[in-house]
């Protein structure tokens, strides 16, 4: 690439200056010309009306007591984990890495958790599944490993708990299912 002459950068530099304090001062000439907004309306919507749905959502507040008693239970037992509660679309509410949990646990945590709520069944249940449908493992943010258990109102998923670190699938399964019973209480 040419390098430019101490001119050519002096110049470019005055241009790019000149353009960015006439867009300033315009936006700040346009805003002191307009008139104040008027108040928001408050928009209330019909929940008869057959173009909305409604959902169900964990609070954070009941996710972490979800997260903290799964994380109660493995140490109880000694063991290093991390727990993950997602919410119904699969977004990460609350994760606790407990002390000494392994790096890799947080990530297989959230996943266990979203594989979990995406099916509605116990990540256990699903690596059964994989000996019919083998592709299941390639979609993206799955993990086919004992460890998730969804969270039910109704027999619909709200949520789900993934736990990783313990020495295996069932453990990991079991401290989900401490979550779960928890948010029962």
Do not use: C
């Amino acid at each position: 690439m040419k390098k430019l002459s101490l001119r050519a950068r002096v110049l470019t530099g005055a241009v790019a200056a000149a353009a960015l304090s006439a867009g300033t001062f315009g936006a700040m000439s346009a805003n002191a010309t307009e008139p104040a907004a008027a108040p928001a309306v408050a928009v209330k919507a019909d929940t008869a009306d057959k173009n909305l749905q409604q959902s169900t959502h964990l609070t954070v507040a009941a996710a972490t007591r979800a997260a903290q008693a799964t994380l109660e239970a493995a140490e109880s037992e000694n063991q290093r984990i991390t727990v993950a509660v997602v919410d119904r679309n699969g977004n990460t509410v609350v994760t606790l890495r407990g002390d000494g949990a392994g790096p890799q646990s947080y990530e297989s945590a959230e996943r266990k958790a979203f594989t979990a709520v995406s099916w509605n069944a116990p990540t256990s249940e699903l690596v059964k599944r994989l000996a019919t449908a083998p592709n299941l493992k390639d979609i993206p943010g799955t993990l086919f490993l004992a460890g998730g258990a969804p969270v039910q109102v109704n027999g619909a998923p709200i949520a789900g708990i993934g736990v990783a670190g313990a020495p295996s699938g069932d453990l990991d399964e079991k401290f989900a299912q401490a979550g779960v019973a928890a948010l029962a209480k």
